[in-house]
């Protein structure tokens, strides 16, 4: 495979029978890719990531349940509506892909983005997640007003400056359109422990969806809606559904999200990896999943 390769062709080349597809749901046309057999598992990708971060752990999930990676509206081969990019909108599309399915409810896993859409979903809809794992962010809470927008030097290495950067109207566009490339490669030196983890292949294709205007807008969208999903967020009641929290080591800002916010919490711990789990740490994430969801 190349990075000219379809999703179709992407979701051929891993083992499992997975095939990429789009359902319509609410009236916003969701990708995803699906393959394996058993119960329902919904995986949901992050920024500035696509389905296919999620390439090495969907084979060795696919064993035991139904994976379906689905593709946030704004990104990839989803939708790039105008509105609808607070996380409680956003989770609504997945409740509607659940549905679409001929399912009721489903094991449900969210990394970044992800995570924080996979957490509204679980507290807007509670009875389509039988159990929910996050993965490396908590859902938005008033925590994220106490970001610097200058780090001292002992929060240099946890300087999180995109999250101003994708505030800004019109301007990420006109910086990042055809430049992708760059904002992947930086994150990429940032956030892993082992570079190789995400290849040459895997960054062009992050690359190609975080170059075009439509798809550097919606995921601004992502981040421009956090103080609804504050304020959303301040309404929910703690999650009761069993609770699983993935992070890796020093960094446990959904561990401590989720004290207050759900009544069961399974912590795992990710040594050895940065921001991308998944990524980095396959074998070992996909093991906590299965371990988890039983």
């Known amino acids: 495979m190349h990075e000219a390769s379809t999703d179709a062709q992407l979701a051929e080349s891993l083992s499992g029978d997975f095939r990429s597809d789009h359902a319509r749901v609410g009236g916003t046309r969701i990708h995803y890719v699906a393959g394996g057999s058993g119960e329902p598992l919904i995986l949901l990708p992050g ?27 704004g990104m990839g081969a989803s939708d790039t509506p105008a509105d609808g990019y ?16 001929g399912y009721t409810s ?8 992800g995570s924080m859409v996979a957490f509204s979903l679980a507290a807007n809809h509670p009875e389509s997640v ?32 995109w999250f101003a950067f994708n505030q800004v109207a ?15 490669d930086y994150l990429c030196t940032r956030n892993l422990r082992n570079p190789e983890a995400i290849d040459e292949q895997a960054r062009e294709i ?7 205007r439509e798809g550097i807008r919606a995921a601004n969208g992502w981040y421009q809606n956090f103080a609804r999903d504050i304020e959303d967020g301040k309404k929910y009641a703690p999650l009761e559904m069993p609770v699983a929290a993935l992070y890796f080591t020093g960094h446990t800002d959904v561990l401590t999200s989720l004290a207050t916010r759900a009544t069961s919490v399974t912590p795992f711990e990710i040594p050895n990896s940065g921001h991308y789990l998944a990524e980095e740490q396959p074998d070992l994430v996909a093991a906590h999943l299965a371990d988890f969801f039983g």
């Open 47 to 73: 920024w500035p990531q696509t389905w296919w971060q999620a390439r090495k752990i969907m084979p060795l999930l696919a064993r035991r349940y139904r994976v379906i990676v689905a593709e946030l509206r």
């Open 86 to 101: 607070d996380k409680k909108t956003m989770a609504e599309d997945i409740h509607q892909l659940i549905h679409h399915l």
């Open 106 to 113: 489903a094991f449900v896993a969210g990394h970044d983005i």
């Open 130 to 161: 039988r159990k929910l794992a996050l993965l490396e962010e908590p859902h938005p809470d008033e925590a994220l007003y106490d970001f610097r927008l200058l780090p001292t030097d002992d929060q240099r290495a946890k300087h999180r400056w």
């Open 170 to 184: 019109n301007v990420p566009e006109d910086l990042l359109e055809g430049r992708g490339r760059v904002l992947i």
């Open 206 to 212: 992050y690359a190609a969806a975080y170059s075009r």
